[in-house]
């Protein structure tokens, strides 16, 4: 009996790392981030691209910003997805198009609208 009860300890302790969201931690998203273009179809949103900033830290947590609107939550990232899980509410993710360090540019489906965001990193 102890010996299947240990088994099924083992077996169990192995699956949950598997169980685990990816996380690359993508060291080119830390840091802040300033809006520069807004396209939907990739034509020009009519959104003030700069009014939108972002601030991901390394410890996996972000803020964000859009003129008055504010949120904050934890991130990851997976190769080319970026997840943010705003607190309180679901995770949604974003597709990485550039995350170079000096840009990042991410695409986003909204409302059945294809969205492009292009943020260059603020200087410190």
């Given amino acids: 009996m102890k010996i299947k009860l240990l088994q099924l300890f083992l077996a169990l302790a192995l699956l949950l790392p598997s169980c ?3 996380n690359d931690k993508n060291p080119m998203l830390v840091g802040e981030w300033q809006g520069k273009e807004w396209l939907v179809f990739g034509k020009d949103s009519g959104q ?4 939108v900033s972002f601030s991901f ?3 996996g947590t972000y803020s964000a910003s859009f003129g008055e609107q504010k949120q904050s939550g934890t991130w990851r990232s997976d190769g ?3 997840y943010t899980t705003e607190t309180g509410k679901k995770e949604i993710m974003v597709k990485l198009l550039t995350a170079d360090g000096v840009t990042l540019k991410f695409e986003m489906n909204r409302g059945g609208q294809q969205e492009t965001l292009e943020l260059e990193k603020v200087p410190h």
């Fill in 20 to 22: 685990q969201p990816a």
């Fill in 57 to 59: 830290q390394d410890d």
């Fill in 80 to 82: 080319d997805k970026l």
């Fill in 48 to 51: 003030d691209a700069t009014q």
